[in-house]
T-cell receptor
Framework: EAGVAQSPRYKIIEKRQSVAFWCNPISGHATLYWYQQILGQGPKLLIQFQNNGVVDDSQLPKDRFSAERLKGVDSTLKIQPAKLEDSAVYLC??????????FGPGTRLTVT | AQSVTQLGSHVSVSEGALVLLRCNYSSSVPPYLFWYVQYPNQGLQLLLKYTTGATLVKGINGFEAEFKKSETSFHLTKPSAHMSDAAEYFCAVILGVSNTGKLIFGQGTTLQVKP
């Protein structure tokens, strides 16, 4: 069974630029999560989808971050414009049963 | 409100020694508890989980954890450390029993294993 796929693995951009990350969850997993992991901290949930509907986006900075999950499968997370404090690893996870989550390798974003 | 506290951001042990990583949680509802491991430049891998039933939970790579409700703890142990255990470990708790559970992570503990 293929795991959660993410791309790109690494991205370096300048502040005020835009960036997008892509995630393909495990086949058949209805729930998809995006987490932000700042260096030295645990992951923090940004947004959670159930199929193609948003369940929780309470910690998503909506003035600059957006996410979508068209057709209830893969998902993209966008930042526009980026700030220095957005430098982090962005992790995607998926779940079939709601409590056991499987994580992708992450995208490491550096904003200069 | 729920939170997870991991005591000690860095733990160093000798190869073959006992590994003990501490985790305390606060929750107003019965928690689901997890330990994840993260190797450099990789995502998180589930080590073990507690949902209901037996409070001593065994996971992969020889790790185990015990849920102690009276102490609100879920400490991770391994009898004998191996060099390959060096990694970042995260304790996490999930809200309630719904299918839309939200993981709340501790700040992580870096385990160093010395030869």
């Amino acid at each position: 069974e293929a795991g959660v796929a993410q791309s790109p693995r690494y991205k370096i951009i300048e502040k005020r630029q835009s960036v997008a990350f892509w995630c393909n969850p495990i086949s058949g997993h209805a729930t998809l999560y995006w987490y932000q992991q700042i260096l030295g901290q645990g992951p923090k949930l940004l947004i959670q989808f159930q199929n193609n509907g948003v369940v929780d986006d309470s910690q998503l900075p909506k003035d600059r971050f957006s996410a979508e999950r068209l057709k209830g499968v893969d998902s993209t997370l966008k930042i526009q414009p980026a700030k220095l404090e957005d430098s982090a690893v962005y992790l995607c996870a998926s779940s079939a049963q709601g409590y056991e989550q499987y994580f992708g390798p992450g995208t490491r974003l550096t904003v200069t | 409100a729920q939170s997870v506290t991991q005591l000690g951001s860095h733990v160093s042990v000798s190869e073959g020694a006992l590994v003990l990583l501490r985790c305390n949680y606060s929750s107003s509802v019965p928690p689901y508890l997890f330990w994840y491991v993260q190797y450099p430049n990789q995502g998180l891998q589930l080590l073990l989980k507690y949902t209901t039933g037996a409070t001593l939970v065994k996971g992969i790579n020889g790790f185990e954890a015990e849920f102690k409700k009276s102490e609100t703890s879920f400490h991770l142990t391994k009898p004998s450390a191996h060099m390959s255990d060096a990694a970042e470990y995260f304790c996490a708790v999930i809200l309630g029993v719904s299918n839309t559970g939200k993981l709340i992570f501790g700040q992580g503990t870096t385990l160093q294993v010395k030869p």
